[in-house]
């Protein structure tokens, strides 16, 4: 069981012309072709035995649109209880080792898919 949840900063999104329903949209897409729900605004789950692709495939659409970053204001993963922020490794520049592996894993998921 994973879930993904993604706040974004709405007074940021407002001084961009958009909302959170169009910064989510994209991702919201991307996950359906997984056939991962959305079970609140922003908030990602999948009860399935590969749920971890919830975690893989938002990483990878924010390692390939790294702009959505900077409206974030929280990038959580909760995965079997534990909890752990995202967005703060990426404020810096550096990712820790442990994204780059699933990283990699998605890449070939992707592939196969």
């Known amino acids: 069981m994973v879930t993904v949840t993604l706040k974004f900063n709405d007074e940021k999104l407002k001084k961009l012309g958009r909302t959170v329903d169009e910064m989510l949209e994209p991702i919201r897409k991307t996950l359906a072709h997984f056939h991962i729900a959305e079970i609140a605004q922003g908030v990602f789950h999948s009860e399935s ?22 409206f974030l204001d929280s990038w959580t993963v909760e995965a079997d209880g534990v909890k752990e922020t995202c967005t703060s490794p990426f404020g810096t520049g550096a990712l820790p080792m442990r994204f780059w592996n699933i990283h990699h894993q ?3 998921v992707m592939k196969a898919w």
């Open 49 to 70: 035995d590969d749920g971890t692709i919830v975690q893989g495939v938002t990483l990878k659409f924010m390692l390939h649109y790294s702009s959505y970053l900077q």
């Open 106 to 108: 998605i890449k070939k």
